[in-house]
Nanobody, 126 residues
Framework: QVQLVESGGGLVQGGGSLRLSCAAS????????MAWFRQAPGKEREIVAG????????YYLDSVKGRFTSSRDNAKNMGYLQMNSLKPEDTAVYYC???????????????????WGQGTQVTVSS
């Protein structure tokens, strides 16, 4: 059974940093594109970053470009989201997701992702 487990969320002051991790199991991780989504209260879930199977292609939401960095270690079945210069508007539950790498670049729609983690809360205080 495929599992994705996020960790690393928490409470941080504005301007601070957090590093989220996503541990994948029961899948050949290098066959899958990975993405990070977030959902704030009362808002729809949105993609924050995507990374292709071998980290060749990446995607970032405009509002996080230059502040967030997605990476992965296929040998360890791990994905990461480094978040710097955090803002209160980054407050949300963050989810990692995986989809079989049928395309050259990671897709951006929620419906394109087969596997999801349970989410980790990130709260940024002002």
């Amino acid at each position: 059974q495929v599992q994705l487990v996020e960790s690393g969320g928490g409470l941080v002051q504005g301007g601070g940093s957090l590093r989220l991790s996503c541990a994948a199991s029961s899948l050949t991780f290098s066959n899958y594109h990975m993405a990070w989504f977030r959902q704030a209260p009362g808002k729809e879930r949105e993609i924050v970053a995507g990374i292709s199977r071998w980290s060749i292609a990446t995607y970032y939401l405009d509002s996080v470009k230059g502040r967030f960095t997605s990476s992965r270690d296929n040998a360890k079945n791990m994905g990461y989201l480094q978040m710097n210069s955090l803002k209160p508007e980054d407050t949300a539950v963050y989810y990692c997701a995986a989809t079989l790498g049928r395309t050259a670049v990671p897709p951006r729609r929620l419906s394109d992702y087969e596997y999801w983690g349970q989410g980790t809360q990130v709260t940024v205080s002002s």
